[in-house]
């Protein structure tokens, strides 16, 4: 009886740790379903791709990616990796049944065009630029 009790314990704990990582997709009338996946050190949208970057939460809801980098947001509200000598961003939180992606600051995120065909995110209003929603987007192993 013990034995399938701590088996119990056991599947609990696996469980738990399978769905620990999520990716993000952006939900917009002009980019819905696209995902955020870091490039050259940013995190930008794409639109061609089904993965995404894969995300989970550290110490203190510091948001990090797979390679372990945390999220910050540079001065002009570009979403990039954190250097090693940079402090990341505390307070990322999911609102709306642990489904919606927000800020403890309150700022929203947006969609930017950098370029054709590439799409930067940021926090805070940026000019030209399209209010998103991120959401989260369980992993399914």
Not at 4 to 21: C, E, K, P, S
Not at 25 to 37: G, I, R
Not at 64 to 87: C, F, H, K
């Amino acid at each position: 009886m013990k034995l399938l009790g701590g088996f119990a314990l056991l599947l609990a704990a696996v469980h738990a740790n399978f769905f620990q990582d999520f990716r993000l997709k952006v939900m917009a009338d002009t980019y819905s379903d696209a995902v955020v996946v870091k490039s050259n050190g940013y995190y930008v949208i794409e639109t061609l791709e089904d993965s995404g970057e894969i995300f989970k939460f550290g110490d203190g809801n510091i948001l990090v990616d797979s390679d372990q980098v945390s999220l910050i947001v540079g001065n002009s509200g570009e979403v990039r990796g954190a250097l090693t000598d940079e402090v990341p961003i505390p307070g990322f939180f999911f609102f709306d049944n642990n489904y919606d992606l927000k800020l403890k600051s309150g700022d929203d995120f947006y969609v930017c065009e950098l370029q054709s065909g590439t799409l930067g995110l940021w926090v805070g209003h940026q000019q030209g630029c399209t209010k998103v929603e991120l959401v989260k987007h369980r992993i399914i192993y």
